[in-house]
């Protein structure tokens, strides 16, 4: 018989929950029979963080077991009864490194570390207005806002802080354009997508290169106003998402690729509203969700782009008619070996949402409820 790990540690961790907190209810794990079982997999199962509404302290983490098809809802606060206010304020992001888990917090200004085999909390980094993290060499980047949570064109710009993955301190920090996003690796540069989402109307419209060597910024590209989403594929490109200004500048998909010189440069606007994409392959899948001030509504769509090509080569990944079911798209995720789609539904952003699996073939394999703005998920490896 398989017993699933987070079993034997929720039995654990509940029983110490009365000694930990006395003025908190602490509510168990939720379990679902999923039944998708994929026990030889190099792939153990994923974690799904739940944003939570900005303001309501309810980020919350989900995970899936491929050992024994379970899906267990908000387990975080069980495996951490001494953790105050479990994980604050808006989770942003969410990554594994090595043996740990990443949570971005934006809000509650951290990141917090985590066994990522356990779920049990090792610590966590104070950063202000943090948003996205990647990894190289032992060390965490971390895009941040570094201003508060506050409209306005007086918002300072941004910065990349840089964290020993060791020791969980701040070793240095690198100022770049105003408002930044998400951030990828391309050789040893790193490229971070620069929003000026505060600054609205007067949006941030640059890409910025940090060479991690020297830990400074040495260019700015322009590219598209509001920038959100920056993916890499396989071929060394940037896949860039411009959310446009959501009056008269439309969503847009930027391309970046290197010149004759070796720098990135942009090199194609796709007529494509895109929030957000995951790459696997040739295959580029990406959803939109595009808000129009003028309208008051969301258009809402699905595609396949070939990355070789930059060609959409379909109009939608889901086949079966399940789109008609999904109320606000709100992440995005390949499964790295079965090719299995998963798509989140963050429904009115105040209650759970619900998180479909796709087959590759794009009808629907399950569904299951889940908390508070479904929006990221991380795979973790056995």
């Not at 090792?122 to 990894?135: A, E, K, L, S, T």
């Not at 008609?324 to 798509?343: K, L, T």
């Amino acid at each position: 018989m398989k017993t699933s790990l987070f079993c034997i540690l929720s039995a654990f961790f509940f029983l110490s929950t009365a000694s930990c907190r006395h003025d908190e209810m602490i509510f168990p794990t939720q379990t679902d029979e999923i039944k998708d079982e994929n026990p030889d997999s190099r792939i153990r199962g994923f974690y799904l963080l739940n944003e939570g509404n900005m303001g309501s302290n309810k980020c919350s983490i989900d995970f899936y077991d491929y050992a024994d098809g379970s899906y267990y809802r908000n387990f975080y606060a069980e495996r951490n009864p001494g953790v105050i206010k479990e994980l604050g304020d808006v989770g942003n992001d969410i990554r594994i490194y090595g043996s740990r888990l990443y949570v971005v917090v934006n809000c509650s200004h951290k990141v917090e570390v985590m066994d990522a085999h356990t779920g049990v909390r090792i610590g966590q980094i104070d950063i202000p207005n943090c948003r996205y993290i990647r990894f190289r060499n032992d060390k965490a980047y971390v895009s941040s806002y570094v201003g508060p949570v506050q409209i306005g064109t007086s918002s300072p710009k941004g910065a990349v802080y840089v964290v020993d993955t060791l020791s969980l301190q701040i070793e240095d920090k690198v100022t770049v354009g105003y408002q930044p996003e998400e951030l990828e690796f391309v050789d040893d540069l790193l490229y971070v997508a620069n929003s000026g989402g505060y600054r609205a109307p007067d949006y941030d419209n640059t890409v910025s290169v940090i060479d991690i060597a020297q830990m400074r910024q040495i260019r700015q590209i322009p590219v598209g106003i509001n920038l959100g989403r920056l993916k890499k594929d396989r071929y060394g490109k940037l896949w860039v998402t411009s959310r446009g200004d959501h009056k008269e500048i439309p969503s847009r998909l930027m391309v970046l690729d290197k010149d004759s010189k070796g720098n990135m440069q942009p090199v194609d606007t796709l007529d494509i509203a895109c929030t957000d994409m995951a790459i696997r392959g040739d295959s580029l899948y990406y959803y939109a969700a595009d808000w129009s001030d003028i309208t008051g509504k969301n258009t809402i769509s699905y595609g396949i782009i070939d990355v070789r090509t930059r060609a959409r080569v379909s109009a939608s990944f889901i086949t079966d008619g399940t789109e008609r079911e999904i109320v606000m798209p709100y992440g995005i995720a390949i499964h790295p070996e079965s090719g299995d789609i998963f798509v989140t539904d963050a429904k009115n952003y105040v209650s759970s949402g619900t998180l479909y699996c796709f087959s590759p073939d794009g009808r629907k394999k399950w569904s299951v409820r889940t908390g508070d703005i479904p929006a990221h998920i991380a795979f973790l490896p056995k």
